[in-house]
């Protein structure tokens, strides 16, 4: 499932909660304050990357079902949406084209920890879904299933976006 909200409308339920109270009129008075608070309950509640040791859902028809995550090829902290990691299979099907126990490299399409856009809005997903794809970084598999985000088109992996079924 995919969740966009404005930050603005998040500032205000995280603020106010459920209560009924109209959060435009109290953002307008006390922004800063809002702010501040925001930051501080944002950081407790913040997922993380997708770091060493963490489990993917594999999202294409190669032959895997879920992957652990090896090494995150960019950044200290671990991966995040468009990046590609090193991940090792643990549960794949019968007949696919990888097998229990390989090294691969996969692109991340989905990450539970929220990204910002451009123009304001927010994106996150449920869970943490990968693409596998091989050292060129084209997909090992021919179908990729779910949502995926177009911001993989400003990390080059044009190819994803077009096998996928929904753009997010």
Do not use: W
Request: net charge positive.
């Amino acid at each position: 499932m995919i969740r966009r909200t404005s930050r603005l409308f998040t500032v205000g339920q995280s603020l106010l909660g459920n209560f009924g109270i109209n959060s435009s009129n109290f953002l307008g008075a006390s922004h800063e304050m809002a702010t501040t608070m925001t930051c501080n309950n944002f950081l407790s509640l913040q997922r993380t990357f997708i770091q060493m040791r963490t489990n993917l859902k594999v999202v294409d028809n190669s032959g895997a079902k879920r992957v652990m995550c090896i090494q995150a090829l960019k950044g200290k902290k671990g991966a995040r949406l468009g990046d590609t990691i090193i991940a090792s299979v643990k549960e794949a099907q019968p007949r696919g084209k990888v097998k229990k126990g390989d090294v691969v490299y996969g692109v991340v399409v989905r990450a539970a920890m929220q990204r910002g856009r451009c123009d304001g809005s927010e994106i996150k997903f449920d869970d943490n879904a990968v693409v596998l794809v091989n050292k060129q970084g084209e997909p090992i598999g021919t179908r990729v299933f779910g949502p995926v985000p177009h911001e993989l088109r400003k990390k080059k992996h044009v190819k994803i976006l077009t096998l996928a079924e929904h753009i997010a």
